[in-house]
């Protein structure tokens, strides 16, 4: 079923991707469930490319209704090896404008409702997760919005907070303390399940407006915001086609052989319909 070199997600603001062509849909069926939308498939700067709304067309699903795993695992039945994520975040410093784009090389994770690995059911493994992001594909995301004029920072930490509510004060003036960068509610799980499926992942986050923590935060408008989102898809376009331009075409990094050494579990334990479940994404580890 291969049919894509490079997934794109698009968060808030962004449900489709200008400058496709030869496009078409393709709805994918997993083990998992159904992921948050059909596949948009198709070229862009001369590469395969599927892209997928993360909440839906129409923004419908909640974050932590998200089916992480099905979009994960559907991404790499469509042949994907890297993943360029785009998600709407809060500020956590003065530094981070509204229209500025961070690349997060870290994460907090401060959520609790969801299954962020593909593991279980019989089976054992863990991959390594210090460096969370891949560096081949963030540093081309960084560089890609210096290419298209806008603010780009590669590095920082974004905290991943469950919502759908925003933080309180309190809350926000703590992941200060820790020195966090942003804070959204998407990212992290796509990033472990990336790592667990030899995904090269790396995501743009995209600054709405500062976290609460700002004095004068309270008197920011919807329509403020709605600007910002819309100016920041805008920006995020140009970013998503130059960074899928640079792409380098060969793999070099660790990401394509992160579940290697994964498994635990002895291999005539593990669960023949567990197998086939993640033959795909295991298959050659557990012969």
């Given at each position: 079923?291969?049919?894509?070199?490079i997934?794109?997600?698009?968060?808030?603001?962004?449900?489709?991707?200008?400058?496709?062509?030869?496009?078409?849909?393709?709805?994918?069926?997993?083990p998992?469930?159904?992921?948050?939308?059909?596949?948009?498939?198709?070229?862009?700067?001369?590469?395969?490319?599927?892209?997928?709304?993360?909440?839906?067309?129409?923004?419908?699903?909640?974050?932590?209704?998200?089916?992480?795993?099905?979009?994960?695992y559907?991404?790499?039945k469509?042949?994907?090896?890297?993943i360029?994520?785009?998600?709407a975040?809060?500020?956590?410093?003065?530094?981070?404008?509204?229209t500025?784009?961070?690349?997060?090389?870290?994460?907090?994770?401060?959520?609790?409702h969801?299954?962020?690995?593909?593991?279980?059911?019989?089976?054992?493994?863990?991959?390594?997760?210090?460096?969370?992001?891949?560096?081949?594909?963030?540093?081309?995301?960084?560089?890609?919005?210096?290419?298209?004029?806008?603010?780009?920072?590669?590095?920082?930490?974004?905290?991943?907070m469950?919502?759908?509510?925003?933080?309180?004060?309190?809350?926000?003036?703590?992941?200060?303390?820790?020195?966090?960068?942003?804070?959204?509610?998407?990212?992290?799980?796509?990033?472990?399940?990336a790592?667990?499926?030899?995904?090269?992942?790396?995501?743009?986050?995209?600054?709405?407006d500062?976290?609460c923590?700002?004095?004068?935060?309270?008197?920011?408008?919807?329509?403020?915001?709605?600007?910002?989102?819309?100016?920041?898809?805008?920006?995020?376009?140009?970013?998503?086609?130059?960074?899928?331009?640079?792409?380098?075409?060969?793999?070099?990094?660790?990401?394509?052989?992160?579940?290697?050494?994964?498994?635990?579990?002895?291999?005539?334990?593990?669960?023949?319909?567990?197998?086939?479940?993640?033959?795909?994404?295991?298959?050659?580890?557990?012969?």
């Open positions: 079923m291969a049919q894509a070199e997934g794109i997600i698009g968060g808030s603001g962004l449900y489709s991707m200008p400058g496709f062509t030869d496009t078409h849909e393709e709805r994918v069926e997993t998992f469930g159904e992921p948050s939308d059909a596949f948009v498939l198709g070229q862009l700067e001369g590469r395969n490319v599927a892209f997928l709304a993360r909440h839906g067309r129409g923004h419908r699903i909640l974050p932590s209704e998200l089916n992480f795993r099905a979009n994960m559907a991404f790499k469509l042949g994907v090896e890297r360029l994520s785009v998600s975040v809060g500020s956590l410093k003065e530094e981070h404008k509204p500025d784009f961070v690349v997060p090389d870290q994460f907090i994770d401060r959520t609790f969801r299954v962020s690995t593909f593991f279980g059911d019989g089976i054992v493994g863990h991959v390594a997760f210090g460096d969370p992001v891949c560096a081949t594909v963030a540093k081309t995301a960084a560089e890609a919005c210096t290419t298209a004029g806008v603010i780009g920072k590669l590095g920082g930490t974004y905290v991943c469950e919502g759908p509510q925003f933080s309180t004060r309190a809350e926000s003036n703590l992941y200060r303390s820790w020195g966090a960068d942003v804070i959204g509610m998407t990212n992290l799980q796509e990033a472990k399940l790592r667990e499926a030899e995904i090269c992942y790396a995501t743009v986050a995209m600054v709405t500062y976290d923590w700002r004095e004068g935060h309270d008197a920011v408008t919807i329509e403020e915001i709605v600007a910002v989102l819309h100016k920041n898809a805008e920006n995020a376009s140009r970013v998503v086609k130059a960074a899928i331009a640079a792409m380098p075409k060969e793999r070099t990094c660790a990401c394509a052989s992160a579940a290697q050494y994964a498994v635990l579990t002895q291999r005539d334990l593990i669960p023949a319909a567990t197998k086939e479940k993640l033959k795909l994404l295991f298959g050659k580890y557990l012969d």
